[in-house]
């Protein structure tokens, strides 16, 4: 099982389809900081269709408040701002791959951070959607560790 983070989400509809990935993998939620949006929004809601009560969902205050509940763990950052790629490094089962939000990305200290990945892109692209990113990331990790 692996552990899916979104660092201050603001689109409804992605946290929705990312919560329905959760559920269809058995993975965790961690949704962290402040919400672009409601929990309780028809929009969230739609995109997660009757998934929700299958996925763990976590609210958490702070990455800080993360890393002290989970000290041993592995984090990965996902950012268009590294060279390395998504590929290059083994998931582990238990792993946190960390998105930003859509609009900004992770803070720079994560994007600096020895574990920061990315998808490779065609040059001169911004990024991907969010929700697409994420089942990328975990869909990796679960080809990897053949769950």
């Known amino acids: 099982m692996f552990n899916v983070v979104l660092y201050e989400p603001e689109i409804p509809q992605n946290t929705g389809n990312i919560a329905r990935l959760c559920a269809c993998t058995g993975s965790n939620l961690f949704l962290v900081g402040k919400l672009g949006f409601s929990l309780s929004s028809k929009y969230t809601k739609r995109a ?6 299958d996925v763990d969902i976590k609210k958490v205050d702070s990455m ?14 996902l950012t ?37 990945l990315t998808i490779p892109m ?17 869909y990796e990790g679960i080809r990897q560790n053949g769950i």
Not at 67 to 73: C, M, R, S
Not at 92 to 108: H, I, S, W
Not at 122 to 138: C, D, T
């Open 48 to 53: 997660g269709l009757d998934y929700w009560d």
């Open 64 to 77: 800080e408040d993360l890393f002290n509940e989970f000290p041993n763990a592995n984090f990965y950052y």
């Open 80 to 116: 268009t701002k590294t060279k390395r790629l998504y590929t290059d490094i083994k998931f582990k089962n238990g792993d946190f791959l960390v998105f930003g939000p859509e609009t900004r990305g992770l803070p720079e200290k994560y994007v600096k951070d020895k574990n920061a």
């Open 122 to 138: 065609k040059e001169g692209q911004r990024s991907l959607n969010l929700s697409n990113s994420a089942a990328i990331v975990l």
